[in-house]
């Protein structure tokens, strides 16, 4: 009977990755757009594209939290479920352990892939069945990876899990509705974890929940990356939750990454004009402090018409004519630390 949390024997496609000199997913140009289309009474056509993620590059490496930040509707959800394949992209490509994920291939390689990525999104009611108990809602991943384990086996590994996350035997046995949200985050948690997983993307966790319980599912979040050497990318609003969970941050803009360093110095020595209007909006907890506040003029422009050149010129204090008509590329300033913009502040 399987009663531990040792990894499963995988088919060996992984065999010439190196952690120590690859990253373990890298996001290469990486387009989603989504078609607008005209209705008629025979005819349909494509009038538009809603450029939801437009030219993304980032990387995460083996056992790191990368915590990826900007306004709602920047693409940061939609990067994440392309990441996971629950999305085709439109244009550019994604490794996983040095191999693409969407290029052609076998049934067999396909889930020893899935099996690695994993997602917890961020409002655990709709991501539950209601329909179903919490035993049957875990179990679902094993019967589709590992339909060869009985089903004592499986009942056993659920209630493993449930116990790692917090939840007791009987809790199996209940419905979604009977639990209240830091318990149903717990859940989805605990259903992202259950097949063993290297990399799970956590799409605002915490921003439906008490804060009491926001320090609960964190800390929770972090014992369970030590425990099982898993990989987060961690999408949040909240820059002090980035800054405490995150070992490097990349901050998106309009479908574009527009900065991306290690956690310590992009707190330190902010280089994107876009970044440091972000920092300077965080509270601070001592009213002593005065904060010089920027505020942005304008709202952010709609992705199906993204303006030309840098997509934050529009709204930047720092914009010259250049802005306007060509856009930055994501240049390494210093050793780790990615920015796109003309004249960032460093």
């Known amino acids: 009977m399987v009663s531990t949390f040792e990894e499963y024997e995988a088919i060996d496609m992984f065999s010439e990755w190196n952690p120590k000199t690859q990253p373990i997913i890298n996001l290469i140009d990486l387009k989603k757009w989504f078609p607008i289309s005209e209705q008629s009474i025979l005819f ?25 930040v900007g306004e709602s509707g920047c693409g940061k959800s939609t990067t994440a479920r392309v990441t ?63 339909p060869d384990m009985t089903y004592e086996e499986k009942e056993t590994r659920v209630l493993e899990i449930l116990a790692k996350v917090g939840l007791e035997d009987y809790h199996a046995l209940r419905y979604p509705h009977e639990f209240s949200g830091g318990q149903r985050q717990r859940i989805g948690i605990a259903r992202a974890l259950a097949i063993h997983p290297e990399v799970i993307l956590l799409d605002e966790p915490v921003s439906a929940l008490d804060v009491s319980v926001q320090a609960q599912i964190l800390n929770l979040l972090h014992d369970l ?31 574009k990454i527009m900065e991306m360093s290690p956690t310590g110095e992009l707190f330190r020595k902010t280089a994107h004009p876009y970044s440091v209007s972000l920092l300077s ?33 529009p709204r930047c204090y720092k914009v010259q004519e250049i802005c306007s008509k060509v856009s930055p590329p994501l240049d390494e300033l210093e050793p780790g630390h990615f920015v796109a913009c003309h004249f960032p502040e460093i």
Request: hydrophobic share 40%.
């Open 84 to 146: 996971v394949k629950l999305e085709e992209p439109t244009e550019g490509s994604i490794y996983f352990k040095g191999i693409d994920i969407f290029q052609p291939m076998t049934r067999e390689e396909e889930l020893a892939i899935k099996r690695q990525l994993q997602m917890v999104f961020q409002d655990p009611y709709s991501s539950l069945n209601p329909r179903r108990m919490v035993l049957d809602l875990i179990k679902e991943p094993f019967d589709i990876h590992f």
């Open 225 to 255: 990356q030590i425990e099982f050497n898993l990989t987060y990318m961690f999408i949040a609003h909240d820059l002090s939750v980035i800054k405490h969970v995150s070992d490097r941050v990349a901050v998106m803009y309009l479908g």
């Open 44 to 68: 349909s056509r494509v009038v538009a594209q809603i450029k939801a993620v437009d030219g993304v590059n980032l990387f995460l490496n083996k056992g790191e939290t990368l915590g990826l």
């Open 281 to 313: 909006a965080i509270p601070r907890p001592d009213p002593r402090i005065k904060m010089d506040r920027i505020i942005l003029e304008g709202d952010v422009p709609s992705p199906v018409n993204p303006p030309p050149g840098c997509p934050f010129h």
